[in-house]
C-alpha cells in the first residue's frame, strides 16, 4: 500500500492554474505530525524539490523558480497537503511527487528526510 496518494495532476496551457493533493492512503503513519514536502522531476532530468511545509503548517518553503507562483498548505483534518500551481510554465512540466518526513530543518528539500513517498502525478504544461 502507497503510504501517500497524489492526485490533481494533468495537462493545461502555460498560464493555466492547477492544484495538487497528497493524501494520506490509511497507511499507519502519523501524517499530521510530518513535513511534507513536493518534489518534481522533469523529463530526463534529476527530481528537485518544490516546495515544502511544516506539520503545523506555519512554516513553508519554495525552490526559488515557483517562489511567487506557487503555494503549499496542508489541512490535518483531512490528512492532505496541496500545492496550488498559479502561472505555470512549460518548464514545470514534470511528475510531481509527494513525501513525508521528519526534519529538523522542516521544510527542506533533503529527500533523506522524506521516509514515505507516493507515485506521483504527472503534470504537462504546453506552450
Known amino acids: 500500500q502507497t503510504p501517500l496518494v497524489e492526485s490533481g495532476g494533468g495537462s493545461l496551457q502555460a498560464g493555466g492554474s492547477l492544484k495538487l493533493s497528497c493524501a494520506a492512503s490509511g497507511y499507519t503513519f502519523s501524517f499530521v505530525t510530518r513535513c511534507v514536502g513536493w518534489f518534481r522531476q522533469p523529463p530526463g532530468k534529476e527530481r528537485e524539490g518544490v516546495a515544502g511545509?511544516?506539520?503545523?503548517?506555519?512554516?513553508?518553503s519554495y525552490v526559488d523558480s515557483v517562489k511567487g507562483r506557487f503555494t503549499i498548505s496542508r489541512d490535518n483534518a483531512k490528512k492532505t497537503v496541496y500545492l496550488l500551481m498559479n502561472t505555470t510554465k512549460p518548464e514545470d512540466t514534470a511528475l510531481y511527487y509527494c513525501?513525508?518526513?521528519?526534519?529538523?530543518?522542516?521544510?527542506?528539500?533533503?529527500?533523506?528526510?522524506?521516509?514515505?513517498w507516493g507515485q506521483g502525478t504527472q503534470v504537462t504544461v504546453s506552450s
Open positions: 511545509i511544516s506539520a503545523s503548517g506555519t512554516r513553508t
Open positions: 513525501a513525508a518526513g521528519t526534519s529538523v530543518t522542516c521544510p527542506d528539500f533533503n529527500e533523506k528526510n522524506y521516509r514515505y
